[in-house]
């Protein structure tokens, strides 16, 4: 089972980015999903998680009220808005399917997926 990003790309500051992630497999269930990401020479770092249950979704205080997470009605699929991003932003992206607690430490459990990442660059 994978999941699959795409979305990522180069964007100057201020502007907007989409990433979408999907399973692979519909058969791969979890309780949450989310994004992860990791700058170079930097620890991995959470940045979004989203209870597929129903539950509000969750934000790193570095993101919120810039980037909102959503979900597909079949939770196959999440997305990420990123808007009036800034170079800070730069980094891989991964999208992760886990327990919520893990995600928002930037864990993997035993039974967690992540993407293989997909790299956003924001400019001056």
């Known amino acids: 089972v994978r999941l699959v990003e795409t979305g990522g790309g180069s964007v100057q500051a201020g502007g907007s980015l989409r990433l979408s992630c999907a399973k692979s497999?519909?058969?791969?269930?979890?309780?949450?999903m989310g994004w992860i990401r990791q700058a170079p020479g930097k620890a991995r770092e959470f940045v979004a998680s989203l209870d597929l249950n129903g539950g509000p979704p969750n934000y790193a205080a570095s993101v919120k009220g810039r980037f909102t997470i959503s979900r597909d009605s079949t939770n196959d699929a999440v997305y990420m808005q990123m808007n009036n991003q800034n170079p800070d932003d730069s980094a891989v992206y991964y999208c992760a399917g886990d327990h919520d607690d893990y995600i928002s430490q930037a864990r993997r459990s035993v039974v967690g997926r992540w993407g293989q990442g997909t790299q956003v660059t924001v400019s001056f």
């Open positions: 497999e519909r058969t791969f269930t979890t309780n949450a």
